[in-house]
T-cell receptor, first 111, second 117 residues
Framework: ELKVEQNPLFLSMQEGKNYTIYCNYS?????LYWYRQDPGKSLESLFV?????AVKQEGRLMASLDTKARLSTLHITAAVHDLSATYFC???????????FGAGTTVTVRA | EAGVAQSPRYKIIEKRQSVAFWCNPI?????LYWYQQILGQGPKLLIQ????????DSQLPKDRFSAERLKGVDSTLKIQPAKLEDSAVYLC???????????????FGDGTRLSIL
């Protein structure tokens, strides 16, 4: 069974500082997804990473994938209040393409 | 492009009652998923359809949960009878097809928040 672990589970950020969320997974896969979820809302797709070394950036967020280490990172540059949300990583299983989610990282950005 | 539509948004029932949720996927999306998201956890896949056929239902508690996708478009998920541990948000998602990829991330609806008393 594919296991996906995120850390930290909770992250209190100070505005203007940089932070990283880590996502480890247990079996081989080269498809990893990052989603954002606001309270009471659905999951919004942020990034799709499809190969080793893939890097994608959107605004203050940058995601990367190292399939050899089975690790993805979501880097936040100069945090702002609008980034407060829960961030999930999810990994496709190579065998059946089922998506397994991490537990999520709840981010709170304070002034 | 219209997103994934779900209804109702909220439902409160007593244990042992039955409940049904409805989902309308993005037009043209062949694959439809139902997830259960318990508070504080990531979504867990319950069932996956490709058109109107079931691809995977290995994590669906079949003694109480059922789902169908007639005509390969809309889908309903039913729980009968409900248990306290079924309190969760039920998310529907759709994608172009089931093999994932850059143009095929799963798109999620707003979910149905189910509370069992």
């Amino acid at each position: 069974e594919l296991k996906v672990e995120q850390n930290p589970l909770f992250l209190s950020m100070q505005e203007g500082k940089n932070y990283t969320i880590y996502c480890n997974y247990s079996t081989t896969s080269d498809r990893l997804y990052w989603y954002r979820q606001d309270p009471g809302k659905s999951l919004e797709s942020l990034f799709v990473l499809l190969s080793n070394g893939a890097v994608k950036q959107e605004g203050r967020l940058m995601a990367s994938l190292d399939t050899k280490a089975r690790l993805s990172t979501l880097h936040i540059t100069a945090a702002v209040h609008d980034l407060s949300a829960t961030y999930f990583c999810a990994v496709d299983n190579d065998d059946d393409y089922k998506l397994s989610f991490g537990a999520g990282t709840t981010v709170t950005v304070r002034a | 492009e219209a997103g994934v539509a779900q209804s109702p948004r909220y439902k409160i029932i007593e244990k042992r009652q039955s409940v049904a949720f409805w989902c309308n996927p993005i037009s043209g999306h062949a694959t439809l998923y139902w997830y259960q998201q318990i508070l504080g956890q990531g979504p867990k896949l319950l069932i996956q359809f490709q058109n109107n056929g079931v691809v995977d239902d290995s994590q669906l508690p079949k003694d109480r949960f059922s789902a169908e996708r007639l005509k390969g478009v809309d889908s309903t998920l039913k729980i009968q009878p409900a248990k306290l541990e079924d309190s969760a948000v039920y998310l529907c998602a759709s994608s172009l097809n089931w093999r994932g990829g850059d143009n095929q991330p799963q798109h999620f609806g707003d979910g149905t928040r189910l509370s069992i008393l």
